[in-house]
């Protein structure tokens, strides 16, 4: 009996014409022989989630470094909540679930600790310049598994590498920079819906805005709560999708309207908030002060890093630093440049 099989048979019954079958994969860059249980999509999934990538996620910053409070966002908490919004609107579309999950699990895998405050110095210092998407790619197709990589399939990759939009569209007018999945291009739309509410959220919590500071065209278009925006958001993609048979994925002007009105709200209030900036420059400093440190003493970078062999230095050190939980570069850095006790004998 292949299970495998029963349930790629049961895809083709089940799924809409559109939705990307696992059985119909463009496959990997290497060639593998799949097996008589998982699909290859569900293997894609696996793989991330036991991956050191995945679990290091846990430790590295979303908005607020170092939070002591235990309810604020890591980089792993947004990515589940990604994973589960995503979730619910390929099923609700009869999309490939186990594609769309594994996309979501892994379109972070490449970020910097202590955010988007790493990342931004890694672009500044690094000659190639840095993104978390592109180094996301890099994770899962080499520096994984001593320089192995997971081998994901080509629709698993495709859809890490054009989740992140920035202060772009969420709907690119390109169709070259869409995914090339139906599912890849859900999972790009759960991450902002993902990330607006729960920054917001988080923001509240840390004192940073007041309720009362959210603009009322916000509230009444979204909605008043957490989970009533969440709601809104999901409810309006899926209608509205659904309205094209999926020949377009979209959202209401109205409600697109309303999620570029929250982005920018939170850029202005919480991004660049004056109390958060002054965090991020700390941050950059010590990441900017490791990078340095580690050009020159390119024999200490972690053993474990892989190298190719023409890898040159400033590569190796973006991924080393990359890499790093928020703890793991303030530890090292304490190390490297902060006085140490002397033991006493």
């Known amino acids: 009996m292949n299970i495998r099989k029963q349930t790629e048979e049961i895809e083709k019954r089940i799924l809409h014409p ?33 991956s050191k990538s ?17 309810h604020y966002r890591t980089r792993l908490t947004h990515v589940l909540e990604v994973s589960q919004i995503a979730r619910t609107i390929a099923r609700a579309l009869r999309l490939n679930e186990d594609l769309t999950e594994a996309i979501a699990l892994g379109h972070d ?39 192995k990589g997971l081998n994901l399939t080509i629709e698993v990759r495709d859809g890490i590498l ?75 993609f899926i209608k509205n999708s659904i309205s094209t048979n999926l020949e377009e994925l979209n959202m209401s002007e109205q409600v697109l309207s309303g999620i570029y009105s929250l982005r920018d709200f939170l ?20 990441l900017n002060d490791l990078y340095n440190y580690y050009l020159e003493h390119i024999e200490d970078v972690f053993v474990e890093i892989p190298r190719e062999e023409k890898t040159d230095r400033h590569q190796l050190v ?17 190390k490297l440049f902060l006085p140490q006790e002397w033991a006493v004998i």
Do not use: W
Not at 25 to 34: A, L, N, Y
Not at 267 to 286: G, P, T
Not at 318 to 334: H, K, N, P, S, W
């Open 18 to 50: 559109l939705a990307c079958l696992s059985s119909q994969s463009k496959g990997r860059i290497k060639p593998e022989r799949e097996g008589e249980i998982r699909t290859c999509f569900q293997r894609d999934r696996d793989r991330i989630i036991h």
């Open 267 to 286: 850029y202005e209030h919480v991004y660049e908030n004056e109390r958060i900036l002054k965090e991020f420059q700390k941050a950059k400093k010590i």
């Open 162 to 236: 054009k989740h992140s939009k920035g202060k772009g569209l969420i709907f690119p007018e390109k169709r070259s920079d869409r995914a090339i999945t139906l599912e890849g291009q859900v999972v790009r739309v759960s991450d902002i819906i993902a990330y607006v509410n729960h920054d917001l959220d988080d923001a509240l919590r840390a004192g940073v805005v007041k309720y009362s500071d959210i603009p009322k065209n916000i509230i009444k278009t979204l909605g008043d709560t957490h989970a009533k925006r969440i709601d809104t958001m999901v409810k309006d």
């Open 109 to 147: 895998l490449g970020h910097t600790p202590f955010g988007h405050a790493g990342e931004e110095i890694l672009r500044e210092i690094h000659p190639n310049g840095f993104d978390h998407y592109k180094q996301s790619l890099r994770v899962v197709d080499f520096l994984e598994k001593g320089g």
């Open 318 to 334: 973006c991924d080393f630093i990359a890499g790093m939980t928020d703890r793991f570069a303030l530890m090292t850095y304490e």
């Open 54 to 70: 995945f679990r290091r996620l846990k430790h590295k910053t979303q908005v607020f470094l170092a939070p002591r409070g235990d």
